[in-house]
Every structure is written in structure tokens, then in C-alpha cells.
């Protein structure tokens, strides 16, 4: 079976700080990928990162980067110097060959100006 | 690239009555759609999956009879809500990818569907 965990149900920050979000995840499959998803208010989901079970590389991308960590199964997700465009709802979703993908519960981000 | 639209955007219809929802991915074939339902601060809720040509898989605890998936084509996927209830309403979401495995399983959603029955 596969979980997907966020720990972190509201977050809230004031605008230029950085912010964490968590994601830890379970499956047995060796070969997985982990995904991070923003969902504004409109309510599109648009696709920020994918990753490979088997690239632990950390990645940037302007302010966002991702720490994934296979030894304590968790794929964090940092905003740098956060804006107010950042308030979303992120869902962190674990995805095998089986093509089926599991979200966790998401964690709702405020950012305050 | 790798835009998913759904038609309508939102609706608002009668208990019983029948809603067809549509899914397309407009600048890639998409070999798989998924249907999610999402209801108020809640996580996205897999309904089910449709491979192009073939019959959907649905989830457990989602009802055949009464949500109706037709994947036609590599880029169309309709989703029927059959003798709508209350119950029912809800925001409707899919997502298109390339398939499984390497590289060809990122989910590229639609803008997603908001039913409301009356």
C-alpha cells in the first residue's frame, strides 16, 4: 500500500519568509516517482516537480527548491523569500509504474503581506 | 505544452437529471485519464482510470453504474454523472499523462468542473 503524509495541515507566514512544507511518503516499489502539485485558488492544479526514486539530487528553481531524502522517506518542499501569489493549497503525490497516484492531504499555505 | 481542458466549468443542474463532463488533452495523446473528485478542504479522491479504447477501472466504493467514463480517443475522456443527487455535487477533476513508467506518468490536470445539484 501507499501513503502519503503532510503533516502540516495550515501554514501561515508573512511575506519574504522562507517556508517548509513536509512530505513524507511510503510504498514498497523501488522504482517511484514523487510529484509536488499547487492548487490556487481558482482551483487548476498546476505541476511544479517531478522526481525519480532513483536521483536524489536536490533540486532549485528560482525560489522553490526540493529536498529529497530517501533514507527518512521524505520529499520537502522550500519557498524562498515567499510571496503573497504563493497562497495555494500544495498536495505532495506519490506515483508508481502502476500510473496510479496517491496525494496526501495537502497543506494549505497563507502568506500574509 | 501539456494542456488539459474540461468543458463545463462548472454546472448547476436538477436531481436527476445527467451531466456529461469533458475531459481533452489538447497538445499531447494522452494514453491515460484519471478522475478525481475533490470535495471542499479535502485532498483529491481517485474515482477512476480510463485507458484509451478500453473499459475505466473504477475505485473501490465508486459506483459504474452511476458515474459513466468513456475514453474514446487519445484525447478525449467524458465522465457521466448518471440520475444526479445532492450528494453528488462536488468538484470533478481529471488528469491526462503520457502513461506508465519512466518519464510518461506526470499527471497534467484540467481545470477542473464544479457540479452542483439542486
Known amino acids: 500500500a501507499q501513503k502519503v503524509t503532510q503533516a502540516q495541515t495550515e501554514i501561515s507566514v508573512v511575506e519574504k519568509e522562507d517556508v517548509t512544507l513536509d512530505c513524507v511518503y511510503e510504498?514498497?516499489?523501488?522504482?517511484?516517482?514523487l510529484f509536488w502539485y499547487k492548487q490556487p485558488p481558482s482551483g487548476e492544479l498546476v505541476f511544479l516537480i517531478r522526481?525519480?526514486?532513483?536521483?536524489?539530487q536536490n533540486e532549485i528553481s528560482g525560489r522553490y527548491s526540493w529536498n529529497f531524502q530517501k533514507s527518512t522517506s521524505s520529499f520537502n518542499f522550500t519557498i524562498t523569500a515567499s510571496q503573497v501569489v504563493d497562497s495555494a493549497v500544495y498536495f505532495c503525490?506519490?506515483?508508481?509504474?502502476?500510473?496510479?497516484?496517491?496525494f496526501g492531504d495537502g497543506t494549505t499555505l497563507t502568506v500574509k503581506p | 505544452g501539456a494542456v488539459v481542458s474540461q468543458h463545463p466549468s462548472w454546472v448547476i443542474c436538477k436531481s436527476g437529471t445527467s451531466v456529461k463532463i469533458e475531459c481533452r488533452s489538447l497538445?499531447?495523446?494522452?494514453?491515460?485519464m484519471f478522475w478525481y473528485r475533490q470535495f471542499p478542504k479535502q485532498s483529491l479522491m481517485l474515482m477512476a482510470t480510463?485507458?484509451?479504447?478500453?473499459?475505466?477501472?473504477?475505485e473501490q466504493g465508486v459506483e459504474k453504474d452511476k458515474f459513466l467514463i468513456n475514453h474514446a480517443s487519445l484525447t478525449l475522456s467524458t465522465l457521466t454523472v448518471t440520475s444526479a443527487h445532492p450528494e453528488d455535487s462536488s468538484f470533478y477533476i481529471c488528469?491526462?499523462?503520457?502513461?506508465?513508467?519512466?518519464?510518461?506518468?506526470?499527471?497534467?490536470f484540467g481545470p477542473g468542473t464544479r457540479l452542483t445539484v439542486l
Open positions: 488528469s491526462a499523462s503520457l502513461g506508465a513508467g519512466q518519464g510518461r506518468n506526470t499527471q497534467y
Open positions: 510504498t514498497r516499489d523501488t522504482t517511484y516517482y
Open positions: 522526481r525519480n526514486s532513483f536521483d536524489e
Open positions: 503525490a506519490l506515483n508508481t509504474n502502476a500510473g496510479k497516484s496517491t
Open positions: 497538445d499531447f495523446q494522452a494514453t491515460t
Open positions: 480510463s485507458n484509451e479504447g478500453s473499459k475505466a477501472t473504477y
